[in-house]
């Protein structure tokens, strides 16, 4: 099983500010199998990154990610309010089908 | 456009049973794997299970496995978890999801969850 390990737990940072999240794996992954989402309170996650670097519909062009092999990354280059949230990277993969890391919270400082 | 619309949530006793639903439009379901993802109180995602388009293959995190049943009716646009034996660590918000069309490798369309509650 591929164990997802998100880093750091909580990122405080003020509007306008960047953001880098890191997300590594316990094995290698594809980037055609990594994603990411943000979850807002009390909302259902949204897909932000799909194939490790591909925007998803909708998603404005301050989020990017990168990365490859055990080590990706999500940056938010100039935060706005909405930001402020949960994101979980993802992989797909086989037993379990799917995983998610534990999460980062991005809170206001 | 896409819409999930989870229902069957609420309170259960250890050990009883309970099913969710799960209602789609704004897409044609049975081309599209579906999967049903929790979310404990204050906790992270976990994925529990996924059912093919056809509905011929399913796959069950070990958590759930012999004790949930997913399964969906394409003639009806509904995906379905059948949750038995339930567990107090089986408390959380369930949501449906959409896998994407290309690959099935993420999951591009949620519903809004339905809380089920397991307790005395």
């Known amino acids: 099983e591929i164990v997802l390990t998100q880093s750091p737990g909580t990122l405080s940072l003020s509007p306008g500010e960047r953001a880098t999240l890191s997300c590594r794996a316990s094995?290698?992954?594809?980037?055609?199998?990594l994603a990411w989402y943000r979850q807002k309170p009390g909302q259902a996650p949204r897909l932000l990154i799909y194939?490790?670097?591909s925007r998803a519909t909708g998603i404005p062009d301050r989020f990017s990610g990168s990365g490859s092999g055990t080590d990706f990354t999500l940056t938010i280059s100039r935060l706005e309010p909405e930001d402020f949230a949960v994101y979980y990277c993802q992989q797909y993969g086989s037993s379990p089908m799917y995983t998610f890391g534990q999460g980062t919270k991005l809170e206001i400082k | 456009q896409v819409q999930l619309v989870e229902s069957g949530g609420g309170l259960v006793k250890p050990g009883g049973s309970l099913r969710l639903s799960c209602a789609v439009s704004g897409f044609t379901f049975s081309d599209y794997y579906m999967s049903w993802i929790r979310q404990a109180p204050g906790k992270g995602l976990e994925w529990i299970s996924c059912i093919t388009s056809s509905g011929d293959t399913i796959y069950y995190a070990d958590s759930v496995k012999g004790r949930f049943i997913i399964s969906r009716d394409n003639t009806r646009n509904s995906l379905y978890l059948q949750m038995n034996s339930l567990r107090a660590d089986d408390t959380a918000v369930y949501y449906c999801?959409?896998?994407?069309?290309?690959?099935?490798?993420?999951?591009?369309?949620w519903g809004q969850g339905t809380l089920v509650t397991v307790s005395s």
């Open positions: 194939r490790a670097s």
């Open positions: 999801a959409r896998a994407d069309y290309y690959g099935s490798v993420n999951f591009d369309s």
């Open positions: 094995q290698s992954v594809s980037s055609s199998y």
